[in-house]
């Protein structure tokens, strides 16, 4: 008995996917005007990259880093968003926190601080409301020394600001709220380094600012731009135009969309995340170039078929190719959302939507672009007789 292949998509397939086309137009406008509200109204769950915040790194005192109880341990704090990575060696780690706000949160972050590395005491309070002040409360009267030695154990240098001049127990710290965000980073600081004292050295730290944010911000939509503006040219050189025009709104789409996915899941939007983007956009232009060689071969090869026709035809030939090409990455994609971590969610769950939305666009989009811009197959007709005649 001859072993017969097992076929995903039966051969001589005839799905009608043109004839759904205006439905697949209709939901895929309404789901990028959707997501494209969400941007402006709700806004990106911008991570530590484009935020700003805090660079902590860190070396076991003995043996490597165990990421997973770092991760369990500084995630408990009420600092934020905090995310690890190893750092050089197995020894040694990355611990990036969010930047801080200056609220009420951060002040009583310091007086828990406060307590522990100076004795129970102690109080830090804030200062009026819509100010930055902080008010510093000791068991006994100290003078200005002792209030600088005091205050600098939660971060706060306060070396040109004006000390009290004779003994005192309270003390009031005069700030504005900008100043008071900048000293609440190191507050953060000091809380990660006491929670993890007994197992880990601090070997460093860096405070990442806004404007830093900002420029890795415009350095990444730059590259999302570059990258689609690059497509398109190769799109436009390798195909007829309305090919590339037709892959180019197949691409915005996809992502839009993906966009549109972290602002419903609230999955924070970093350099891993437009990593992914960039990454979705290549996927769905290479199962689009697949189809399009398709098309345009059977363009040449059949002659009375209208263009409908054509598109139908070559989106079936290569529904085999799609399908198994889409559930390996899916597979592939769905391990690393079940297995790899926080670190990876967002990148993996944007990939996993990637996967089904680069599908989909390539057969409903790319495809069904070309009917709304009047492509003729005899065009290609023409161009094949012109070259025969040549010859």
């Known amino acids: 008995m001859l072993w017969k292949p097992h076929h995903i998509v039966p051969a001589h397939t005839k799905i009608n996917f043109m004839g759904h086309r205006l439905w697949a137009l209709g939901l895929s406008t309404l789901v990028n005007v959707l997501s ?102 000791a068991p006994s009267q100290l003078d200005a020394g002792g209030w600088r030695d005091a205050v600098s154990r939660v971060g706060l240098t306060v070396l040109e600001r004006e000390l009290p001049r004779a003994n005192t127990n309270t003390v009031k710290i005069d700030m504005t709220p900008e100043q008071r965000a900048e000293w609440c980073q190191q507050v953060a600081i000091k809380v990660v380094d006491d929670a993890i004292s007994n197992q880990y050295d601090v070997r460093g730290t860096e405070s990442v600012g806004p404007k830093v944010g900002a420029e890795l911000m415009h350095s990444g939509i730059i590259a999302v731009l570059a990258t689609l503006a690059a497509i398109a040219i190769y799109m436009w050189f390798r195909f007829e135009w309305q090919f590339g025009i037709g892959a180019l709104i197949s691409m915005l789409h996809d992502v839009i969309s993906t ?77 690393l959302v079940i297995f790899g971590g926080p670190v990876l969610y967002s990148f993996s769950v944007a990939m996993l939507w990637g996967v089904i939305v680069g599908t989909y666009s390539s057969i409903w989009i790319a495809c069904a672009g070309l009917v709304y811009m009047k492509l003729r197959p005899e065009q290609f007709r023409r161009e094949e007789e012109g070259a025969k005649a040549k010859a």
Not at 73 to 98: C, H, N, P, Y
């Open 36 to 137: 494209l509200a969400g941007v402006f109204v709700f806004g990106l769950n911008f991570g530590i990259d484009f935020e700003g915040g805090i660079a902590i790194q860190v070396r076991a005192k003995q043996g490597t880093i165990q990421l997973d109880e770092l991760r369990n341990t500084t995630g408990a704090l009420g600092i934020g968003e905090v995310s690890l990575q190893e750092f050089g060696d197995k020894s040694s780690a990355l611990i990036r926190v969010q930047r801080q706000q200056g609220n009420a949160e951060c002040v009583a972050h310091a007086d828990a601080v406060m307590k522990r590395r100076v004795g129970n005491g102690w109080s830090v309070k804030p200062g009026a409301e819509g100010t930055g002040d902080v008010v510093f409360s």
């Open 259 to 335: 966009i549109g996915i972290f602002v419903l899941l609230r999955l924070d939007f970093s350099l891993t995340a437009l990593a992914a983007v960039l990454t979705i956009a290549g996927y769905s232009i290479n199962d689009t170039v697949v189809v399009f060689d398709r098309v345009r071969e059977n363009m040449r090869r059949y002659k009375k078929l209208g263009l409908v026709d054509v598109l139908n035809l070559s989106i079936n030939e290569t529904l085999s190719r799609t399908v198994m090409t889409s559930i390996t990455v899916f597979v592939a994609v769905l391990a």
